[in-house]
């Protein structure tokens, strides 16, 4: 398949699936989390496929392009510390923290891949 767009990208259409669910689990937190916690783990993972996209318009210039794919790394980690904290407040459970958590692990193995691969896309 012909990657002609980021939308094409199996990294950015798994990212984007998970911010969106994570927006939805995060409106489960609450009240007093909405300007605290559910406002940072949905901005950091809607960061990743934001900094993927424009990463993308960017691909011309390699320095750009990768910066822009460690900053989404980045993203998924910080997102992952904040599932932690979700964890750990118990506002979401073991099952929605470990698919979610693994989810992102992936992300950043696919992110990485691409990073060290990025000329072949």
Known sequence: MSIKSYKDLKVYSLSYS??????????????????SLSNQI??????VSS????????RRYKNIFKRHLVDAIGSAC???????FALDCKYINS???SKLSESYNEVGKMLNGLLENWQTY
């Open 18 to 35: 998970l911010a969106m669910e994570l927006f939805y689990v995060s409106a489960n937190f609450p009240k007093e989390e909405m300007y």
């Open 51 to 58: 900094n993927i996209a424009e990463g993308w318009a960017k």
């Open 78 to 84: 910080e997102t992952i510390v904040w599932l932690n």
């Open 42 to 47: 949905r901005n950091s993972s809607r960061s």
């Open 95 to 97: 099952d929605i923290y």
